[in-house]
């Protein structure tokens, strides 16, 4: 049951906070991905997120965390920095000696892979919540809550051998509490000020339309692409007049290269008649209340047409092309033969 609080304290406000259109969220979260191929090849890879950005990396050949944004030491000294850098440090390298340990005391299997997600929120007021959990070969199997470790419910057995050693060791609770509790918070609160123009940066969206592969026979599939905004919060909606078209499914909003995303509205409609009157709407806090609006015409259609005219019209000189040098190979082999 402890999993699941501390799990749901995660999400739970996630799933809220999207109800409220438009507001972006910033938890800092940072990732630890960690390979043990064998009992002696293992790396270990971290990097740190806040919102949707990335702004800190730290591959397992090197000693100091890169910045990925300029303003990734937040309001932190150089000094304060480089005390937070050393106890990372000294955590990644007792991290890889005590799963070793571990892997002998309960012979688990290699290869295993271990992640974390490790981090907090903060919310305006003096409020913020922390999240600390673990993964092993992709299932959840531990978090840190309040002042102690946790299995997850559905947690293998030999978790809690786990469990009880790490809850003995005192020092490294200390730290991971005062870590999650007070450095995060106080660390994301100068992060965010630090980088605030680019956390309110406003991209504005590029949408277009394109005919989808058709869905059935006589059926045909508008798309809507929107792509290039920046905050991540978008509404795209198929729309006849002015009626939503409650039918249009919406593609997951998948990042771009550029720290922007992109996004797919897509409509079945029966018959082309049916897609006349029809249009895609376009919302995005970057258009300051002028929404895009595009509307579907026949010429989306012909675009198709025109790939099948071409097609066809391929097949129709390949085939006789391909008789003419079937035949002459035939020849050319009984030439030989
Ligand atoms: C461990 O894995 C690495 C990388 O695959 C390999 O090169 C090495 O020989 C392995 N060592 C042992 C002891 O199996
Ligand atoms: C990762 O770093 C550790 C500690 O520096 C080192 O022992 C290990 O060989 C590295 N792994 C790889 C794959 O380079
Ligand atoms: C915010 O909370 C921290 C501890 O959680 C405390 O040290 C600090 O004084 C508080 N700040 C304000 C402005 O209330």
Request: proline share 4%; with cysteine.
């Amino acid at each position: 049951m402890g999993f699941l609080r501390c799990w749901l304290l995660w999400v739970l406000p996630q799933v809220w906070g999207s109800s409220k259109v438009l507001e972006s969220r910033l938890p800092l979260r940072a990732l630890q991905i960690s390979s043990f191929v064998n009992s002696s090849w293992m790396r270990t890879d971290c990097s740190a997120w806040l919102g949707d950005l990335q702004t800190h990396r730290w591959d397992n050949a090197s000693d100091t965390i890169e910045f990925v944004k300029p303003w990734a030491q937040g309001k932190l000294s150089l000094h304060q920095w480089e005390n937070l850098q050393h106890i990372f440090r000294v955590f990644r390298s007792s991290f890889t000696r005590d799963i070793q340990e571990f892997s002998k005391m309960l012979q688990f299997d290699y290869p295993a892979e271990l992640q974390i997600s490790a981090g907090c929120e903060v919310y305006p007021g003096n409020g913020s919540e922390s999240f600390l959990q673990v993964a092993y070969q992709g299932e959840y199997i531990l978090c840190f809550q309040g002042y102690s470790w946790e299995a997850a419910p559905d947690a293998p057995a030999w978790i809690k051998l786990v469990i009880k050693v790490i809850n003995e060791d005192q020092g490294t609770i200390e730290i991971v509490q005062k870590l999650l509790k007070d450095t995060c918070p106080q660390y994301v609160r100068g992060l965010i000020e630090a980088g605030k123009s680019e956390l309110e940066k406003q991209v504005k969206p590029k949408a277009w339309l394109s005919s989808g592969p058709s869905p059935e026979p006589g059926h045909q599939r508008l798309v809507c692409h929107v792509s290039g905004f920046y905050p991540k919060l978008v509404w795209v909606m198929w729309m006849r007049g002015e009626q939503e078209q409650l039918d249009t499914q919406k593609s997951d909003i998948m990042p771009n290269a550029d720290e922007t995303w992109y996004f797919r509205a897509t409509l079945d409609v029966a018959a082309e008649e049916d897609a006349a009157g029809l249009s895609c709407r376009v919302k995005h806090s970057s258009l300051g209340g002028q929404d895009i609006v595009l509307h579907w015409d026949r010429s989306h259609t012909s675009v198709t047409n025109i790939v099948l005219g071409v097609l066809a019209f391929l097949v129709f000189l390949g085939f006789p092309l391909g008789l003419i040098l079937w035949f002459r190979r035939r020849r050319s082999y009984q030439d030989i033969l």
